[in-house]
């Protein structure tokens, strides 16, 4: 079955000391990192991009699960595979006519493929890209609108968290946005078991506990 993969949004980190921040969460518990890639024409903010990740995977073997919130994520594929990205997460508004040579093409790379939803996006516009010949292993539902970390948790997207469970019982569904202590119950419940959690994690004297505490939502 699925299983819980928590993963520090890196956004809340300090990036002039990615390294340490990445190896801090790596020690308190967290599965995977989470890096949001933002090109300031898809969403309203500019963050990093693969040069980054390449230096920062020179530091650690981690699972770098990468959000490309980009307006032309193909053209993002080759270098953040090369560059040492784990997962590809591009956004489904962004990929309308050339999603099925998106998918081929990130695993050709070794990476692994996911598609994001916008909060206004329908949850059907990815149903064919879970059911497509080579499909994507990962559905990320956003929580808050893209660009930002630190925003408010969006309940009524559960709805769309739980659709997808119930059609895809061992898909891999994340969340991400404003996903904290008091928000994991609703994710959890509805099934998702990949949790991005940025501020809340950040922002705690005591990372390790929330981590352990998003955890345990999910496992039980
Ligand atoms: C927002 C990013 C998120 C963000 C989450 O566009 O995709 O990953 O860093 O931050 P929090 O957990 O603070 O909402
Ligand atoms: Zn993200």
Same mark, same amino acid.
């Given at each position: 079955?699925?299983?819980?993969?928590?993963?520090?949004?890196?956004?809340?980190? %300090?990036?002039?000391?990615?390294?340490?921040?990445?190896?801090?969460?790596?020690?308190?518990?967290a599965d995977w990192l989470h890096m949001d890639? +933002? %090109?300031?024409?898809?969403?309203?903010?500019?963050?990093?991009?693969?040069? $980054? /990740?390449?230096?920062?995977?020179?530091?650690?073997k981690a699972y770098l699960d990468c959000h490309?919130? $980009? !307006?032309?994520?193909? %053209? &993002?594929?080759?270098?953040?595979? *090369?560059?040492?990205?784990?997962?590809?997460? #591009?956004?489904?508004?962004?990929?309308?006519?050339?999603? =099925?040579?998106?998918? =081929? @093409?990130?695993?050709?790379?070794?990476? @692994?493929?996911?598609?994001?939803?916008?909060?206004? !996006?329908?949850?059907?516009?990815? #149903?064919?890209? $879970?059911?497509?010949? !080579?499909?994507?292993?990962?559905?990320?539902?956003? !929580?808050?609108a893209p660009g930002f970390g630190g925003q408010?948790? +969006?309940?009524? +997207?559960?709805?769309?968290?739980?659709?997808?469970?119930? *059609? &895809?019982?061992?898909? %891999?569904?994340? $969340?991400?946005?404003?996903?904290?202590?008091?928000?994991?119950?609703?994710?959890?419940?509805?099934?998702?078991?990949?949790?991005?959690?940025?501020?809340?994690? #950040?922002?705690?004297?005591?990372?390790?506990?929330? /981590?352990?505490?998003? @955890?345990?939502?999910?496992?039980?």
């Amino acid at each position: 079955e699925v299983t819980a993969k928590i993963a520090p949004s890196m956004l809340s980190s %300090d990036f002039a000391n990615l390294a340490s921040e990445a190896q801090r969460m790596l020690n308190s518990g967290a599965d995977w990192l989470h890096m949001d890639i +933002m %090109d300031g024409h898809f969403v309203p903010n500019l963050t990093i991009g693969a040069p $980054v /990740i390449e230096s920062l995977r020179k530091h650690t073997k981690a699972y770098l699960d990468c959000h490309l919130m $980009v !307006t032309n994520p193909i %053209d &993002y594929v080759e270098p953040m595979g *090369k560059a040492g990205a784990s997962g590809f997460t #591009f956004h489904v508004e962004a990929s309308k006519d050339n999603w =099925q040579e998106l998918i =081929q @093409r990130i695993k050709s790379l070794g990476m @692994r493929p996911g598609v994001a939803l916008k909060p206004g !996006t329908p949850i059907g516009d990815v #149903f064919p890209l $879970v059911e497509a010949e !080579t499909p994507v292993e990962m559905v990320l539902v956003m !929580t808050v609108a893209p660009g930002f970390g630190g925003q408010k948790f +969006m309940p009524e +997207m559960m709805d769309k968290v739980r659709i997808l469970r119930k *059609k &895809y019982p061992s898909l %891999d569904i994340e $969340v991400d946005g404003g996903l904290g202590p008091s928000t994991i119950e609703m994710a959890a419940s509805a099934g998702a078991n990949c949790v991005v959690a940025g501020s809340s994690v #950040f922002g705690a004297p005591e990372p390790a506990e929330v /981590i352990s505490l998003l @955890r345990n939502s999910v496992q039980k």
